[in-house]
Nanobody, 122 residues
Framework: QVQLVESGGGLVQAGGSLRLSCAFS????????MGWFRQAPGKERDFVAA????????NYTDSVKGRFTVSRDNAKRTVYLQMNSLNPEDTAIYYC???????????????WGQGTRVTVSS
């Protein structure tokens, strides 16, 4: 069984930074794609970024390119989302997800964390 635990959310002013972490536990983790999604109140869950455990290729949604960076530490089994130049539109609950064929759709991921709330004040 796979478990994902996010941390690092909080309240930050516009222009500030936060780093989210996602701790992975379970079997066969090297084969998974690790994704970050976010869901704002009343909106659908949207793709933010994804990275593979086995290489450094990462994908981002356009609205976060140049501001967010996804990375991983295989030894710690942890994936990070560094978020810089935050703005109020980034306010959402951020979820970590794992899937063997995950790309940018939520239904491509098999496992989800509980989410961590990010609030950006103007």
């Amino acid at each position: 069984q796979v478990q994902l635990v996010e941390s690092g959310g909080g309240l930050v002013q516009a222009g500030g930074s936060l780093r989210l972490s996602c701790a992975f536990s379970g079997r066969t983790f090297p084969t998974y794609v690790m994704g970050w999604f976010r869901q704002a109140p009343g909106k659908e869950r949207d793709f933010v970024a994804a990275i593979r455990w086995t290489d450094d290729r990462a994908n981002y949604t356009d609205s976060v390119k140049g501001r967010f960076t996804v990375s991983r530490d295989n030894a710690k089994r942890t994936v990070y989302l560094q978020m810089n130049s935050l703005n109020p539109e980034d306010t959402a609950i951020y979820y970590c997800a794992a899937g063997e064929s995950g790309r940018s759709r939520p239904d491509e991921y098999d496992y989800w964390g509980q989410g961590t709330r990010v609030t950006v004040s103007s």
